[in-house]
């Protein structure tokens, strides 16, 4: 998922064929905590052979593996967290934290952004948190919009037909300039909405996103403000799309 091939051999069955997976341009990552394992010679001797990288991770520096190798990662031998002494416990954990700095450092190197994990991992809510509004947002037809000064009743009428809960307002050059929300017309009912245009109760600052933003930020945004939609505007405040709660809820980020 950070972009860099890897995969596992098994060193007992590396000599049986296996070590036909290992390429000239791989680099191995050997893990043994004594450096003595019988079963780790054949793939030693097949990167000596070949001039393949062999990185060591093990405890014991002057072992086979560790004179044989260009780069040993050396930890201190601690004893195991197992009651006898015996069973790989504390040794695996203390490799698994140096394989996680390694995928860190290397990610860090690489200059890997989210957006090239998500391309590695879109399923799951992890790859739907990774996802940007432009990926889930509506747009054309289905955007409800209207121009500034158009009569409550039309609004009324655009609103309930494109069932996002709030029309946007366009000035005379086509960009944002408010927006009416359901919650808009339940605090004016005491007026007659019938007399009235968008430009009586229209929210003259609505809240909108960038279709670059990450799903999670427009979600966060919602939120915050305890509301149901975001209209998305490019540079020149013009719509481009609206992006729902429902929207976020469906792609598994809410």
Same mark, same amino acid.
């Given at each position: 998922?950070?972009?860099?091939?890897?995969?596992?051999?098994?060193?007992?069955?590396?000599?049986?064929?296996?070590?036909?997976?290992?390429?000239?341009?791989?680099?191995?990552?050997? +893990?043994?905590?004594?450096?003595?394992?019988?079963?780790?010679?054949? +793939?030693?001797?097949?990167?000596?052979?070949?001039? +393949?990288?062999?990185?060591?991770?093990?405890?014991?520096?002057?072992?086979?593996?560790?004179?044989?190798?260009?780069?040993?990662?050396?930890?201190?031998?601690?004893?195991?967290?197992?009651? !006898?002494?015996?069973?790989?416990?504390?040794?695996?954990?203390?490799?698994?934290?140096?394989?996680?700095?390694?995928?860190?450092?290397?990610?860090?190197?690489?200059?890997?952004?989210?957006?090239?994990?998500?391309?590695?991992?879109?399923?799951?809510?992890?790859?739907?948190?990774?996802?940007?509004?432009?990926?889930?947002?509506?747009?054309?037809?289905?955007?409800?919009?209207?121009?500034?000064?158009?009569?409550?009743?039309?609004?009324?009428?655009?609103?309930?037909?494109?069932?996002?809960?709030?029309?946007?307002?366009?000035?005379?050059?086509?960009?944002?300039?408010?927006?009416?929300?359901?919650?808009?017309?339940?605090?004016?009912?005491?007026?007659?909405?019938?007399?009235?245009?968008?430009?009586?109760?229209?929210?003259?600052?609505?809240?909108?996103?960038?279709?670059?933003?990450?799903?999670?930020?427009?979600?966060?945004?919602? !939120?915050?403000?305890?509301?149901?939609?975001? +209209?998305?505007?490019?540079?020149?405040?013009?719509?481009?799309?609206?992006?729902?709660?429902?929207?976020?809820?469906?792609?598994?980020?809410?």
């Amino acid at each position: 998922s950070l972009g860099t091939p890897a995969f596992f051999v098994h060193a007992a069955e590396a000599i049986d064929g296996d070590l036909g997976m290992i390429a000239r341009d791989d680099v191995v990552l050997a +893990i043994s905590k004594g450096g003595e394992s019988a079963e780790l010679k054949s +793939i030693i001797s097949f990167t000596r052979r070949f001039s +393949i990288p062999l990185i060591a991770i093990t405890c014991s520096e002057g072992s086979s593996l560790a004179t044989a190798a260009d780069i040993v990662l050396l930890m201190p031998n601690e004893q195991e967290a197992c009651p !006898n002494g015996l069973a790989p416990t504390t040794s695996t954990l203390m490799q698994l934290a140096i394989g996680d700095a390694l995928a860190v450092a290397l990610l860090e190197a690489r200059g890997f952004t989210a957006t090239d994990f998500h391309v590695f991992h879109p399923g799951g809510k992890l790859g739907a948190s990774l996802m940007h509004v432009a990926d889930v947002m509506h747009t054309g037809e289905r955007l409800p919009l209207v121009a500034k000064g158009t009569p409550m009743p039309e609004a009324i009428t655009v609103l309930s037909r494109k069932h996002f809960g709030c029309v946007g307002v366009l000035d005379e050059d086509g960009r944002l300039c408010g927006i009416v929300t359901e919650g808009d017309m339940a605090r004016n009912l005491t007026r007659n909405l019938s007399e009235l245009d968008v430009d009586d109760i229209m929210t003259r600052t609505p809240k909108t996103v960038k279709p670059t933003v990450l799903a999670t930020a427009a979600l966060a945004l919602l !939120n915050q403000h305890h509301i149901g939609a975001l +209209i998305v505007i490019d540079d020149d405040r013009r719509p481009v799309g609206l992006v729902h709660f429902h929207d976020l809820l469906r792609i598994g980020v809410a």
